[in-house]
């Protein structure tokens, strides 16, 4: 079975830091690119760093870019986001995303998710 | 601008067909894709590229892409299918993803 199992949320104060994993079972990892979306409490979803499938090129959006970053081991199928300096407007879900290919460029969509892992940040 | 919007809500009759659509500059040259949300859940893939169902979904959902609009149509709608409904585009001018606002459906 296709699965995607994200760890690493947790309560921390503002300014902290938490190291988000998401481990990949049932697929071939090392093959596709990788994302991470967020969805903070009663609102939509948003992207937030993607990385082609052996880590040469890394994407950020603009909300996270220098306090974030996307990282994987395809030794160990697993894809990690460190999130440094925290934010009260960083409080959300953050779901791991599988993509349709190697890299972002052919435009394919995200076909398999984890259930998310929550992240709150305290002020 | 990358913007994707989308109505807040659209409401449709159990067994009528809903429509909802995805507004951005051009969205007719780029690969769009949906994706539903149940309340609690995590996003599923509905439709890639435009128009492209993955294994598993009903042929009910469909989608087209034209010009400055994509619209996911559900046919003969089921109370299963409440749930709020995003588009997604990959940006290539930014190299970001973006996602629409969003479109809670309603059954009614």
């Not at chain 1, 992207?47 to 994407?59: A, E, H, N």
């Not at chain 1, 081991?73 to 697993?78: A, F, L, Q, R, W």
Request: proline share 2%.
């Amino acid at each position: 079975e296709v699965q995607l199992l994200e760890s690493g949320g947790g309560l921390v104060q503002a300014g902290g830091s938490l190291r988000l994993s998401c481990a990949a079972s049932g697929f071939s990892f090392s093959s596709y690119a990788m994302s991470w979306v967020r969805q903070a409490p009663g609102k939509g979803l948003e992207w937030v760093s993607g990385i082609s499938d052996r880590g040469g090129s890394t994407y950020y959006a603009d909300s996270v870019k220098g306090h974030f970053t996307i990282s994987r081991d395809n030794s160990k199928k697993t894809l990690y986001l460190q999130v440094n300096s925290l934010r009260a407007e960083d409080t959300a879900v953050y779901y791991c995303a599988k993509s349709g290919d190697s890299d972002f460029w052919s435009g394919d969509g995200m076909d398999v998710w984890g259930q998310g892992t929550t992240v709150t940040v305290s002020s | 601008s990358s913007d994707l919007i989308q109505p807040l809500s659209v409401s449709v009759a159990l067994g009528q067909t809903a429509r909802i659509t995805c507004g951005g500059n051009n969205l007719g040259s780029k690969n769009v894709h949906w994706y539903q949300q149940k309340s609690g859940q995590a996003p599923v893939l509905v439709i890639y590229r435009d128009k492209n169902r993955p294994s598993g979904i009903p042929e009910r959902f469909s989608g087209s892409n034209s010009g400055n609009t994509a619209t996911l149509t559900i046919s003969r709608v089921q109370a299963g299918d409440e749930a709020e409904y995003y588009c997604q585009v990959w940006d290539s001018s930014i190299a970001h993803y973006v996602f629409g606002t969003g479109t809670a459906v309603t059954v009614l």
